[in-house]
């Protein structure tokens, strides 16, 4: 049953399912990049939050992946994929769309956007998880990276344009009503995904305990010498990504005393980062090699984080645009090599625990960066905290630079004997 699965969702009803599941995801991904600017100019414009408080907001973003990021593998392989992931998205509309009649009936607080942004981010985790893990059954693993890197293309592209329509908009009609966007957008998706065939797989008579589903899962990522690292190294971009998240709004609006349009346009510039890394991934794994280029990323990020904070005035605009690009070309390339290698390196029947394991870990890092960076803030000032975060950054080359990934020219050159190939090994005239 599911080889036929397998070569029926490959073929080309498989072009057919992968077009329309690129397409919820991008509608999606819109609606989101909107609400991204919304979201955190309705703490600071409608309710005048603190520095700890945008960070507690942040953080309550991705906390669900501390929470439930290794019980999710175990429930997408479990429960019906297509059906979760619809119910996911009508939680998160149901959630934005709570914001606006509490703002219009006077009673918004800070405490219920917290609970809106755990709500989402809850369902974000299995969402993500179940996206992640669809994929492969839809698309060959010869075809995984491009595909990969369309998705992480789109998603820039959604970055790009989505702040900073969310930023005209929100200076148009504020930043409660543009929330709305972001609940449309999850409505269409579900109505989407609906359209999608349900996965088909052959599930045992009887489960294993869930602890151990979720015990095996742990054990292959964290003892495998090429995945283990990348997690390690991705843990510390989305570190720094969640100090980002908590003070780029803060940083923009109070130290640098930028307008909502300006604020949603230079946070786009993270989008244009991505797009490009996105677009040229493919070239560069294909010249450098995926386990050198990984290297590489990672220290064009730690460039790009050291840029963001520097100038003020128009000069601290264009440092926070430049080096805000700079930092998400790095990490797309990471995270568009890494993801593939985990997807054609992983057991079919352990990939949801894998992909849950490595989301837990290093998605687990984006609240904690945003609350320890929300605290410093309150203490020091954004352009400092985020100063300090470069230090964090630096962690991603140094993890691989520490691990077997410095041997290899491409991560499948890994041996299962747990040493680089000889044909990847540094030679004299390599060196």
Request: glycine share 10%.
């Amino acid at each position: 049953m599911s080889v036929l699965w397998r070569r029926w969702t490959t073929g080309a009803h498989g072009s057919s399912v992968f077009w329309r599941w690129w397409t919820a995801g991008t509608t999606s991904a819109v609606g989101s990049a909107v609400g991204a600017v919304a979201l955190p100019l309705t703490a600071l414009t409608v309710l005048d939050a603190s520095a700890f408080e945008m960070g507690l907001i942040a953080a309550a973003g991705y906390v669900a992946w501390i929470v439930i990021g290794l019980p999710a593998g175990v429930m997408v392989q479990r429960l019906p994929m297509r059906r979760v992931q619809i119910g996911a998205d009508l939680a998160r509309a149901a959630a934005i769309s709570s914001i606006p009649p509490a703002w219009w009936l006077g009673c918004l607080t800070i405490a219920q956007l917290v609970i809106v942004a755990l709500v989402i981010s809850f369902a974000n985790v299995i969402f993500d998880v179940a996206n992640s893990t669809f994929l492969p059954s839809i698309v060959s693993k010869e075809q995984l990276q491009s595909r990969n890197s369309l998705t992480s293309g789109t998603q820039a592209a959604t970055q790009l344009g989505g702040p900073s329509v969310g930023g005209v908009i929100v200076q148009v009609l504020g930043a409660v009503p543009t929330l709305l966007f972001d609940a449309v957008s999850y409505l269409v998706s579900a109505l989407l995904l609906r359209t999608l065939p349900e996965r088909r797989a052959e599930a045992p008579d009887s489960w294993p305990p869930v602890r151990a589903m979720i015990r095996e899962g742990w054990r292959f990522v964290v003892r495998h010498p090429v995945m283990g690292p990348c997690m390690w190294a991705a843990t510390a971009a989305n570190t720094v990504s969640g100090a980002q998240f908590a003070l780029y709004a803060l940083y923009l609006v109070r130290e640098l005393h930028a307008a909502p349009g300006l604020v949603g346009l230079l946070l786009a510039a993270d989008g244009a980062g991505t797009l490009i890394g996105a677009a040229l991934t493919n070239r560069i794994t294909a010249r450098l090699g995926t386990a050198r280029a990984l290297i590489v990323a990672g220290f064009v990020s730690v460039a790009g984080a050291l840029v963001v904070p520097l100038g003020t005035g128009w000069q601290g605009f264009a440092a926070f645009a430049i080096g805000n690009a700079v930092f998400s070309i790095g990490v797309v390339v990471i995270s568009v090599v890494t993801r593939t290698y985990r997807q054609i390196a992983s057991p079919p029947e352990l990939l949801p625990r894998v992909m849950a394991t490595v989301r837990f870990v290093s998605w687990g890092a984006i609240p904690i960066g945003g609350l320890i960076a929300g605290a410093i803030a309150g203490i020091l000032s954004g352009r400092v905290t985020l100063i300090i975060f470069v230090a964090a950054a630096a962690c991603m080359p140094l993890v691989l630079l520490a691990s077997p990934v410095r041997h290899l020219r491409d991560l499948t050159d890994y041996e299962a004997t747990g040493s680089p190939t000889a044909s990847s090994r540094p030679t004299a005239e390599s060196a």
